[in-house]
């Protein structure tokens, strides 16, 4: 059974619909992150599942508790759950120890049950012998670990994280994602964790969710994301994926015959016959002197890694610039022909673009402007 489900969950700031009907349900011990652009809701959802938010519409379960619905709220603090937040939120005037202790004492232990609570959970983050010291005698990474433990302390079944890294140097983001993994095994609660950094989310995540303007865009493991987008949302933003609009001739046995530009590709994908959407990385990519289906000029280098990352714009369809690896140093400006040996094949779900433009992106499913890295 799903610990946590969410059943079109919907919510209002006055006239603005902050998340929009989303659907979600989180098996029992997974690690979700939570991904997507700024303001698209992900800290409304968290805020709804911890019950700081009430829902407009639609349900909360926890297992088959209803703790958000129409006819039940339960309040946060009967909810079972840990958060941890960015800022870490924690006492600047009580220890260590105080700071883990003040939930317990709320949830009615006694002296000793705290006392060994707190002892056992600083050793699961690893802060044994610090309990008495004050926040500001530790340092940000500490903090965070502390923040955690007192989360950890009431055996929550379910923590949320929202951006529980970002003021933490790259360094230390990288030790601490490998803790909360170790954490996370080693406890077995479900984990819901906010992050704008999606290679953060690949590298602990169980599970992706990924959102886009207050509506839930897909979820699934991170290499389906990153194999199987879903929409061409998904497509762009993760692994700096790029789409070019095709026409999909033929569909069969999960593998589509698409027209790019004048081009004819075989690739996998499961889009019906009509309008659709070639979905690759830079590694689906292969830098070609004679054919090639992707036709670019190149606009810039930069030498990384041993090679040089190469810019290409695309110069016969309609598409963002690409960036690959090539071996050589070359003037921008020369043309690069570039074969396809991967991919991924949607359906245009946005129907108007036939009306609206034949031969070039829907302003709908345009990509932003994406810079070069
Ligand atoms: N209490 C509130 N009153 C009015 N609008 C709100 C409120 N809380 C959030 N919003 C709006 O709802 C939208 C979603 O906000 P939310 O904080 O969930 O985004 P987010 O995905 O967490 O963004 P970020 O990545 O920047 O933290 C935003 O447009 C925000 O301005
Ligand atoms: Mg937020």
């Known amino acids: 059974m799903p610990r946590l489900t969410l059943q079109a969950v919907s919510k209002r700031f006055d006239t603005y619909l902050a998340l929009d009907a989303v659907s979600l349900a989180i098996p029992d011990g997974a690690f979700l992150a939570l991904l997507g652009p700024s303001g698209c809701g992900k800290t409304t959802l968290l805020r709804l599942i911890a019950g700081l938010e009430m829902p407009d519409g639609g349900a909360i379960h926890f297992d088959d508790e209803a703790v958000a619905s129409e006819v039940a709220f339960v309040p946060p603090e009967k909810r079972r759950i840990g958060m941890v937040f960015q800022s870490y939120a924690l006492w600047p ?207 810039g280098q930069v030498f990384q890694n041993g090679t040089f990352l190469s810019h290409c714009l695309p110069t016969e369809v309609d598409g963002d610039v690409v960036s690959l690896p090539l071996s050589e140093r070359l003037s921008p400006g020369t043309p690069i022909k570039l074969a396809f040996t991967g991919g991924w094949v949607i359906g245009d779900g946005n129907a108007s673009r036939e009306a609206a433009n034949v031969t070039g992106t829907s302003s709908a499913c345009r990509p932003a402007v994406i810079s070069l890295r």
């Open 93 to 299: 005037t009580m220890t260590v120890r105080g700071n883990i202790e003040f939930g317990l004492r709320v949830a009615g232990l006694n002296a000793v049950e705290r006392a060994a609570r707190i002892d056992e959970v600083l050793e699961v983050v690893g802060l044994q012998g610090l309990g008495d010291r004050r926040p500001h005698e530790l340092s940000g990474g500490q903090r965070q670990r502390v923040a955690l433990a007192r989360s950890l302390a009431t055996r929550p079944r379910l923590i949320l994280l929202d951006e529980p890294l970002a003021n933490l140097d790259a360094h230390l983001r990288e030790t601490m994602l490998s803790e909360f993994r170790r954490i996370h095994s080693l406890t077995g609660a479900t984990f819901v964790f906010v992050t704008h950094d999606q290679d953060e989310a690949m590298a602990v995540a169980t599970h992706v969710a990924v959102m886009d303007r207050g509506q839930l865009e897909q979820v699934g493991t991170p290499e389906e994301l990153y194999r199987k987008p879903a929409s061409p949302m998904v497509a762009r933003f993760i692994g700096r994926g790029r789409t070019l609009p095709v026409k999909v001739i033929k569909s069969e046995g999960g593998r589509n015959l698409v027209m790019l530009g004048r081009e004819l590709l075989d690739l996998p994908g499961d889009a019906p016959v009509g309008y659709g959407w070639l979905c690759f990385h830079a590694s689906d990519l292969r830098h070609v002197t004679e054919g090639g289906q992707l036709k670019t000029e190149l606009v």
